[in-house]
Structure formats: structure tokens, C-alpha cells
């Protein structure tokens, strides 16, 4: 969910050196293979007593945090639902920008009751699946996104388990997430990402679109035990899953109290 930016926090973990290089709002066309494994693995290292050390808890934490969060578009922007239809219109040019190849099938990761399956998706492809752990939001997703005004395409399956679990079995034109791998630990988060790669379709894209922070840091919030990270820290991950990053665009028109929010499009390497 969007989050607002507060006083300095209580518990920041740094996790990337001064020499890494910073890019924001272009389009990257050039891949830097400089050894993107090693910076990853210096940041995993620095990171991981932050959240790998007690992974069940941190887990466990979030888990019941969400269960108490009501099953609305509002629960799910965390009492901002008055920014859905800003952060829709800016998703909708983004993936105008990447122009997806193929229309057919897309997966929203972390999709809670469906608010992006069901406004950004759906009009897009033919079949939407999701993934979402917690029952309440699911049921919810099978109704909102099953409603007689739902155009164009509609809603495949739904994965009732956690991103650090999922693994896709299909071949997925569009691979989405959002405000959601701040859940994930550092080593979960690498682990997803290369297990997305291998349900990406010949010329799919990945895209994650989430909260950063303006430092070098990583900022734990304790209330729904998430993280939010750094830019960088995603190009360096996604990196070293075996990604190449395609466009890389901040959301515009969003509240100045909010963090920055990045969208990342990206396609394995391997691809053209």
C-alpha cells in the first residue's frame, strides 16, 4: 500500500555502498553487467538480520496485520483509496509506454480483493490470475472481479499462498506487482524474482510498482512488518535474478507526503 513519509525512523538498515550508481525517470537501454551478483550479495548480507534472522515472525506479523484490515479498496491503499484512480490512469500509460506483446494471460502478484486485476487488467487481457494469501481478500477478489460492469476479459485462477511460496506454472503475457514486495525478506525477494522469470511468455514483461525511499536505506515499519527500499536496491536485485531492466518511471500526481513510487518493466535477459 502507498505509505507516507514520517520522521526519520527508528530502524533503518543500510544496505548499498556509496558507489553504486543511481538512475531514475529514463528509459534504461544499456545493461550494466559489472558484476550486479556481488553488490546484491553484499547488500542480502548487511540486510538480512533484519528480517531472514526471524522470518517466521516477520511473516507471521504481516499476516495478522492484513487480517484485520478491512476487505475494500480504502483497507487496501491503506485509507487512500482517493489516489485508486490516479495510480490506475498512471499504470495504464506505463504499460502503453512498454507496449506488452501478447494479450491473452496476465498474473497480479500480492492482488489483495483485485483492485488492479479488475481496473488495470482485466480491460487489458483476456484472463487474469491471481495471487493472494489471505482468504478474506481472495473471496473478496472472486466477487469484485466477477461483477456483471467487469469489461473485456476475465478472472482465471487464484492462488490462496504467499509470494515467497508461489511459483507460477503457466506462461504469462504480464507478470504485475504491486505494493507488496515490501513483505518479502531479502533472500525471498531474489528467490521470487527468479522464479517469476520462468513464467514469463516469449517477450513478456515483469513490472513491479512500488514504494522507495529518497536514501540508501532500508526502512522497516514494524505495524505491518514490510520494508520499503531503496531504487537501487530493486535495479540490483532484479539484476541478479537474471532481468534486464526495460523502463523504469515514477508515479506522478500522487499526494507530496507519500514515498516515491516506482514502476519497474523488465524482461529476463535472455530475451530480446
Known sequence: MPLTEGPAP??????????????????????NRNGPESKVADAVAIS???SNAQEPKFYGKAQKYWSGVPATVNGMLGGMGYISATDIQGSNNFLREIRVPGNKLAL?????????????LI???????????????ANKAREYCTTENTPVGSLGEIYNVGLQKFTPTKKYDLIWSQWVLGHLTELDLIDFFRRIRQGLAPGAFFVLK???????????????SSVTRPLEHYDISLKAAGFRIVRKVRQQNFPKDLYPVYMIACKPLSSA
Not at 480491460?123 to 481478500?137: G, I, K, S, T, W
Open 210 to 224: 512500488e514504494n522507495v525511499t529518497k536514501s540508501k536505506e532500508i526502512i522497516v515499519d514494524d505495524e505491518d
Open 108 to 120: 497480479d502478484c500480492g492482488a489483495g480483493i483485485g483492485r488492479i486485476t479488475r481496473h488495470l
Open 123 to 137: 480491460p487489458r487481457f483476456h484472463c487474469v490470475d491471481l495471487v493472494e494469501q489471505d482468504p478474506a481478500f
Open 10 to 31: 527508528e530502524k533503518c538498515v543500510n544496505t548499498l555502498k556509496d558507489e553504486m550508481d543511481s538512475s531514475e525517470d529514463k528509459e534504461c537501454t544499456q545493461e
Open 48 to 50: 538480512s538480520d533484519a
